[in-house]
């Protein structure tokens, strides 16, 4: 039942003696591509030479640029223009910037409810006054949001962002209604609000295409949309891209830390679009989405086995987690040290919510564990739920 890997002197994860732990939204260690970003390093040294080592172009490497614009086409039905684009030091960083130059403490930040629970960390260190707006089983509800809007404005605080995470939702996997869809970025163009698409889990998809972007659906300027390289690479490689408007654009590149020390993990860049550019990145998600796709159906067809029958839970198009939600008077915060004590754990629903949630929710993520490892978590946490019921 161990992971591969995880000394905590080397990396953020932890592993407690005889617990599957479903916290953890990180990847197998054991599918991560080693040997093909070892032979990348070299191809774009051997390329490059020092130009590799060198502080980078400020909007990153351009044949990772152009792989990007090339495929972003084929995939999406949008080419991006060349001012459109930025390589990023994955989504976590872009986020931290776009706060930095699109905002001033004490804005209006909208956020969909519930959301990515360390996303919510960065905005408010920001400090961003967050709004909830809530979601369902269609995802961000437009018709929410636009009340929300209105009402801020009659109170003189106009919102400035919305962050969203609208395919393969973190933690539920619901992709946001394409109705929904047009719908949102209609308002937002109307509002002037800009949106936050954060779509790391994009090419994580295991029935079929995923939906299209936000970013491609809207008019130029409205939406911000953050791609990475962590969930379909490696999250080491700490590198992503966003695809936007091109005057935000130019405004984060020509910003102070792009500016001081270049392109941001410009040798990892390079290394990263030869590995795409060898064919290498299309066999790495191909291998991904059918490890991932037995993983997820290996918990929800444990978790139909094992919970009892009034727990609620849907199995996800793509992406890393299942939400859950257990029998109505159960709290999965007060649960999780009995689950622990009985060998698995798992995140509480209600720290992914501003205000705190309904407290019968969790998230169970499935992409650090090979199959049986999955089903025993889902049969150790039947036996943990049916002893609190």
Known sequence: MTVQGGDPRIVQLTHRPGVIDLGWGHPDPAL?????????????LDRLGPDAL?????????????????????????????????ITGGISHALDQLCTLLARPGDVALVESPTYHLAVRILREHPLDLVPV???????????LAATVATLRRAGRAPRLLYTVP?????????????RRRALVELAAAEGLTVIEDDAYRE???????????????????????????????????????????????????????????????????????????GQFEEQVADLRAAYRARRDALVGALREH????????????GFFVWARLPDGLDAAALLPRAVEGGVAYLPGARCHLDGGPAETLRLAFGLYPPEALAEAARRLGAVVRAAG
């Open 307 to 318: 919970l009892p029958a009034d727990c609620r839970w849907r199995a996800p198009a793509g």
């Open 204 to 278: 994580l998809a295991y029935d079929g295409p995923a939906p299209p972007s936000l970013w491609s659906l809207a008019p130029p300027g409205a939406v911000v949309r953050l791609g990475s390289f962590s969930k379909a690479v490696a999250p080491g490689l700490r590198l992503g891209w966003l695809t936007a408007g091109a005057a935000t654009v130019a405004r984060l590149a020509d910003g102070g830390l792009l500016d001081s020390g270049g392109g941001v993990n410009h040798f990892t860049a390079c290394a990263v679009a030869a590995f795409c550019g060898a």
């Open 54 to 86: 060198a502080y980078g172009a400020v909007r990153g490497p351009a044949p990772l640029r152009d792989w990007l614009g090339v495929r972003i086409a084929r995939t999406e039905g949008r080419a991006p223009a060349p001012g459109e684009i930025l």
């Open 167 to 179: 395919t393969f939702h973190n933690p539920t996997g619901v992709s946001l209604d394409p109705a």
């Open 32 to 44: 991560l591509p080693a040997a093909g970003l070892r032979e990348a390093a070299g191809a774009a």
């Open 134 to 144: 809530p979601a369902d089983d269609g995802g961000l509800r437009v018709d929410a």
